[in-house]
């Protein structure tokens, strides 16, 4: 279509300083996303104009109520009371301030802007993923104390279209054209195979403001890994984490690929994590954790603790879909259990190596798949809640966990039992999101069991 063109001024106006001197720099913007990240981590929105901006600033925009909670297959969830029980509402959405980002992989020039949902009385809409986490840090501000968040990110590059039966098919190595088959994990030569998709998710990670830090090939074929810089603004982390992993499925989409965060995507290779790295700051700036290996601060201690207490009640969050639970299998350094250690990546949180000062937890049981606000969330509020109970932990794994702890297998169903049933979770993100957010996995666990797969036929169809 043809696009209008209008003078700066009338295009900024209303704008934040911080959007305006982004979209300023975005020459030739014509078009913006806006963007609402569902519970499911899915970006739902709509596209607008460059000239309607500034009435969106000034008066947001509508959008269903509904979408927050609709499932992974984009229907919505009559059971968690947004859809037909009020009448398919919408709700206003406004721009999260300083959210405007360019979209660098776009043939035309586009912005891309993060909304967040009010409820009925112009507040802030509870089960909104981001404010879920928003109210968590509400409750470390009280205390005067501050997390430093850092997310690291897995992903498989298949090729771009699966097989005849929908199975992912592997990528091929763009030096060689030869499908990856073998597992060099940090390999260098592979990244430098890859450079032309690394070079580019790193050029968009600049041109977005993203703090991308290193990428890794990791221990499967055509599975890599991003780690985003620690933020002392955990909504902004989980921010870069958003736009990380939309950046990362344009790219490959563009060069002929597929990304996926997929938790287990292939049987035999390893799965995809998302770990949350923490730290937490006190009033004067100092790292509450800091302390030499061996000799835990108790606050770092007691964090720990908290989270032990907290991974069952929160494992949904940690692991929300079906295909999520293949992950955790034995040797393929994902917990299974809910042990720590330093140093150890057999353990659920683990101390990495880095002195006395950069103290912090890795939370390594989360799947690539969970959603970035809801992970951080769960990670904070198991943490500060063992801060303020003065949970032990008990002592550090040394060596193999798989071969000292009893190792668990979770199971989808328990694990939103053990959701729905969880005062931990109505206490912390609320009844209201743990109803909304219980009943959109019970239908996609229902859903899903109504499904006959092709192992059913290939066991029974014959013989029995």
């Known amino acids: 279509m043809n696009l209008p063109s209008h003078p700066e ?7 934040p300083e911080d959007d305006a001197a982004t979209l300023r720099g975005i020459d030739g913007c ?9 519970m499911n981590g899915l970006l739902r929105g709509k596209r607008i104009t460059r000239d309607a901006l500034d009435k969106v600033y000034a008066d947001g925009v509508c959008l269903p109520m509904s979408l927050i909670a609709t499932d992974i297959t984009g229907n919505t969830v009559e059971e968690t009371g947004l859809g037909y029980d009020i009448g398919d509402e919408d709700r206003i959405c406004r721009p999260v301030p300083g959210s405007l980002r360019s979209v660098p992989w776009a043939p035309r020039p586009m912005a891309q802007l993060l909304l967040a949902m009010e409820d009925a009385a112009g507040g802030l809409f509870e089960a909104n993923p981001r404010e879920v986490l928003r109210r968590v ?29 929908g199975r992912p098919v592997a990528s091929r190595n763009p030096a060689t054209g030869a499908p990856n088959r073998s597992t ?25 403001r993203i703090p991308a830090d290193t ?13 985003l810089k620690h933020r002392d603004d955990a909504l902004l982390a989980c921010d870069d984490a958003i736009y990380l992993k939309r950046a990362i499925k344009a790219i490959a989409q563009q060069q002929g690929a597929l990304a996926s965060f997929m938790a287990k995507p292939l049987v035999d290779q390893a799965g995809s994590g998302m770990h949350i790295h923490v730290s937490v700051l006190d009033r004067e700036g100092r790292n509450v954790f800091a302390s030499p290996v061996g000799q835990p601060a108790d606050a770092l201690r007691h964090a720990i603790g908290g989270l032990q207490r907290s991974a069952a009640d929160c494992l949904l969050l940690f692991a929300p879909n079906a295909n999520s639970y293949r992950r955790f299998v034995l040797n393929a350094f994902v917990p299974l259990n809910t042990c720590w250690g330093y140093n150890n990546r057999t353990v659920a949180m683990r101390i990495p190596h880095g002195g006395e000062a950069n103290t912090r937890v890795e939370h390594r049981i989360a799947g690539a798949d969970a959603n970035v606000y809801l992970v951080t969330a769960a990670v904070l509020a198991g943490m500060l809640h063992g801060i303020e109970q003065g949970f032990n932990p008990g002592p550090p794994i040394v060596g193999n966990a798989y071969e000292q702890t009893e190792n668990l297998t979770p199971f989808w169903r328990d694990t939103i039992d053990d959701f729905l049933a969880s005062d931990f979770v109505a206490e912390w993100f609320g009844a209201s999101f743990r109803h909304i957010y219980g009943q959109q996995k019970l239908k996609e666990m229902r859903s899903f069991n109504t499904q006959v797969t ?4 290939a066991w029974y169809l014959r013989s029995v």
């Open 454 to 457: 092709d192992l059913e036929y």
């Open 184 to 208: 060099q994990v940090y390999y260098m030569e592979d990244l430098n195979d890859y450079r032309g998709f690394t070079d580019a998710v790193a050029a968009a990670c600049r041109a977005q």
């Open 9 to 15: 001024s009338s295009a900024i106006q209303g704008l």
């Open 137 to 165: 840090l509400a409750r470390y501000a009280a205390r005067g104390l501050k997390p430093v968040v850092a997310v690291e990110l897995e992903f498989y590059l298949f090729e771009q279209r699966p097989d005849a039966d």
């Open 30 to 38: 014509e078009l913006i996303d806006l963007i609402l990240p569902d």
């Open 215 to 227: 990428a890794v090939a990791e221990y499967a074929p055509g599975q890599f890994e991003i780690n």
